[in-house]
């Protein structure tokens, strides 16, 4: 079974940039997240969709950053215009479904900004 | 208030020895999950074991088992046999049934030295 997989493993831009980020989750899972884990601390979710819906995007700062799942698959987190702070590793992860289950995560997209 | 914390900013443990890494959290819902995670070097997040609250009995996976105190609101991630292998990133997670959202710890650094 195939995993999480992200692109581009790693980004440097300048401040002020935009980038983008993919996932694909595994086969049939239904939610999926985007973390963002800050050197030294633990990940912080960002968003999470169950299917194409939105479940919480609660800390998700929206005045620069967006994200979509079209079609409950595939999911692509932007950030316009990036800053300073935004660097980061962002993961991927997706589960099949309840509280009780455990999240496959990708291995996360490593973010540079300049 | 934070909802799992992990008080060892870092541990280190003899080969073949065992090690516990602490973890608590804070939840006033009745169901929730407990999840131990490792993250090696690379970056990927590795699901270790889960733990229910409705669960009476500690979970094992292998070497890995979790000491369980539902009273005490600890979940402690006991490792048998450390191998130099489990040199990694720890991080204690929770998810709540009323909110579904997960939530890390800042996590532990675990060093094995031969």
């Known amino acids: 079974e195939a995993g999480v997989a992200q692109s581009p493993r790693y980004k440097i831009i300048e401040k002020r940039q935009s980038v983008a980020f993919w996932c694909n989750p595994i086969?049939?899972?239904?939610?999926l997240y985007w973390y963002q884990q800050i050197l030294g601390q633990g990940p912080k979710l960002l968003i999470q969709f169950q299917n194409n819906g939105v479940v919480d995007d609660s800390q998700l700062p929206k005045d620069r950053f967006s994200a979509e799942r079209l079609k409950g698959v595939d999911s692509t987190l932007k950030i316009q215009p990036a800053k300073l702070e935004d660097s980061a590793v962002y993961l991927c992860?997706?589960?099949?479904?309840?509280?009780?289950?455990?999240?496959?995560f990708g291995q996360g997209t490593r973010l540079t900004v300049v | 208030a934070q909802k799992i914390t992990q008080t060892q900013p870092g541990m280190f443990v003899q080969e073949k020895e065992a090690v516990t890494l602490d973890c608590t959290y804070d939840t006033s819902d009745q169901s929730y999950g407990l999840f131990w995670y490792k993250q090696p070097s690379s970056g990927e997040m590795i699901f270790l074991i889960y733990?229910?609250?409705?669960?009476?009995q500690n979970a094992t996976e292998g070497r890995y088992s979790l000491n369980f105190q539902k009273a005490r609101k600890s979940a402690n991630l006991v490792i048998s046999a450390s191998q130099l292998g489990d040199s990694a990133m720890y991080f204690c997670a929770m998810r709540e049934g009323g909110s579904y959202i997960p939530t890390f710890g800042r996590g532990t650094s675990l060093i094995v030295h031969p």
């Open positions: 733990q229910g609250s409705y669960d009476e």
């Open positions: 992860a997706s589960s099949s479904g309840g509280w009780n289950t455990e999240a496959f």
């Open positions: 086969s049939g899972h239904a939610t």
